[in-house]
């Protein structure tokens, strides 16, 4: 049983470099985990009723011959004495012990390596999971989650739901693992969060194989390099105590204790203050800056935070019903329409997609499913980004007549051509998933972007809500302070350009992380070409 067991994590090991990766990106492909992993499951139950059933045959076999030999080993001459002894004895050093030689050798575990071999190509990889960690720690920041809530799985509800149907707890070794991510990553803001945690969770009496030497070690570290000397001396003296031959321990110790000294001749005291007791907690040390200018405005509107939709603004937005100017297809039902914001006008139109239609996309997306990308502003080239975690698909009106209507219908409603817009992108978002603020359109220092298309910059943006998110998943947009909310079925409309052809700056928007639940989108972005009658040109910058 040890040999299996020891093969069986040699062999784990082993898969964990799958042809498929980027699986964390996808709520959509990751569904496809749980059925793989619960096959997995009830074929190692297999393998365990096998090994039950090959054990306890020579259980008894074990305990028929033991009674057989304390009789035999007791008076050999006597026993072997009757002629059918004597038989049974050459029969079953001959046959029958071969037969019990060859039943210890039978190996149940070949159907389960069997079926793991099968489905290996299919496993996450060390990428994945990383992936996945960091989406937690987007999804911390992002909501103001500290990490004793997330650890024991209370994930606040956002905008319009509440509550998390299936409940899920980090571990010690889980925040642990969590903790040393960030800080290989030379993340010590949240290697400290969750460094942190874990130790809670061990002081709290929560078993481990993690040592506490070890998240001292790290936690330690990590706090030094937050700049809270203090406090990192006070937690190497804990990892001091509990392992005084710690080869790093000691000297890290000393190293802490000389710097403060010197910070405090240099401020011209003494004494040390007490390193702070109180717990580590989101706001104990500040997060980092980065490349991201617009981060506060954009993480508090996708809480639903900062949100510039005053009572003077609220009284300019209608709803209505559209035509189309009379379009034939919307004379009997025409497209409900609401105003969404006023400036820039965003609208959403209700019952945009059926959930017929919806599932008829998702079906036919799924296949196609790649990791997100955007195009590189100076080559115009498309590839991924760490700032867009999705996967999409782009589908055509050729490859089913959903599509096909789903194309007129936006023409119909919009009264814009189709006809020069880009493929239908189908878009589902992973763990965390997210698009971080942008444009759609081209910019004047990237004047190559949709060279290769030969239709012009995207005028408009047409996004239909493919579900409903539990929480988070919003669409924001920082500089007017504007939240969209998801609503399967809906879809909202906006101009990225004015009718001059200059871009509409304010249009600079984000897809906020999925919280909780899986998000499909499928977005039409319409370009310039086709549109002169449509949408004719103004005659001022801004018109």
Not at 194 to 214: F, H, I, N, V, Y
Not at 224 to 248: C, F, K, N, W
Not at 314 to 320: A, P, Y
Not at 466 to 487: K, L, N
């Amino acid at each position: 049983m040890a040999t299996f067991l020891m093969l069986t994590l040699v062999t784990l090991s082993s898969f964990c470099s799958p042809a498929q990766a980027e699986i964390f990106t996808s709520i959509g492909q990751m569904t496809d985990l749980i059925f793989t992993e619960r096959e997995l499951v009830q074929s190692l139950k297999e393998y365990i009723e096998a090994e039950e059933s090959k054990l306890e045959a020579v259980k008894s076999w074990a305990n028929k011959l033991d009674l057989l030999t304390r009789a035999s080993t007791s008076d050999p001459e006597g026993f072997l004495a009757h002629p059918v002894n004597a038989y049974k004895l050459m029969k079953r050093l001959n046959t029958e012990w071969s037969e019990l030689e060859s039943l210890v050798l039978q190996d149940p575990s070949d159907g389960f390596i069997s079926n793991m071999s099968v489905h290996r190509q299919y496993f996450p990889d060390e990428e994945d999971e990383k992936g996945a960690a960091k989406a937690l720690m987007r999804l911390q920041d992002t909501y103001k989650l500290d990490s004793e809530s997330f650890s024991k799985g209370k994930l606040p509800g956002q905008g319009q739901y509440s509550g998390v149907r299936y409940n899920a707890l980090l571990t010690v070794d889980d925040c642990f693992d969590m903790g040393k991510l960030a800080y290989n990553e030379n993340d010590y803001y949240h290697s400290v969060l969750w460094m942190q945690q874990a130790l809670r969770q061990m002081d709290s009496g929560e078993d481990a194989k993690t040592p506490k030497a070890d998240i001292l070690d790290y936690l330690s570290y990590s706090v030094y390099q937050m700049g809270d000397l203090p406090r990192a001396i006070e937690l190497t003296r804990r990892l001091v105590a509990i392992d005084p031959s710690h080869q790093r321990a000691g000297g890290n110790l000393r190293y802490f204790e000389q710097l403060l000294s010197k910070e405090l001749r240099d401020r011209g005291r003494s004494e040390q203050e007490p390193a702070d007791e109180r717990p580590i907690q989101l706001d104990t040390y500040e997060r980092p800056k980065d490349y991201l200018p617009e981060r506060e405005v954009y993480e508090a509107l996708c809480r639903g935070e900062g949100v510039k939709m005053t009572t003077k603004r609220q009284s300019r937005l209608f709803c209505r019903y559209r035509d189309g100017n009379r379009n034939p297809r919307l004379l009997l039902k025409p497209m409900k329409e609401e105003d969404e914001w006023d400036s820039p006008h965003i609208v959403r139109f209700l019952e945009a997609l059926s959930d017929e239609e919806i599932e008829k996309i998702k079906e036919l997306a799924k296949p196609k499913l790649a990791r997100a990308t955007v195009r590189d502003p100076n080559t115009g080239v498309l590839t991924v980004a760490h700032y867009r975690v999705s996967k999409s698909a782009w589908l055509e009106g050729e490859d089913d007549p959903v599509i096909e209507r789903v194309n007129q219908r936006i023409e119909d409603i919009t009264g814009l051509t189709v006809d020069t817009a880009e493929l239908l992108q189908v878009a589902n978002y992973g763990v965390g998933g997210q698009y971080e603020p942008h444009y759609d359109f081209s910019r004047k220092d990237e004047p190559d972007a949709f060279k290769s298309l030969g239709t012009g910059n995207r005028v408009a943006t047409f996004l239909n809500y493919m579900s409903d998110v539990e929480a988070g998943g919003a669409t924001v947009f920082p500089d007017f302070g504007a939240v969209i909310w998801p609503r399967k079925g809906t879809a909202v409309f906006w101009y990225n350009l004015f009718k001059s052809g200059e871009g509409d700056y304010r249009t600079r928007h984000a897809a906020c992380p999925v919280l909780v639940g899986s998000k499909w989108v499928s977005n039409k972005w319409i370009h310039e070409r086709g549109q002169e009658f449509r949408r004719p040109c103004g005659l001022t910058e801004v018109d």
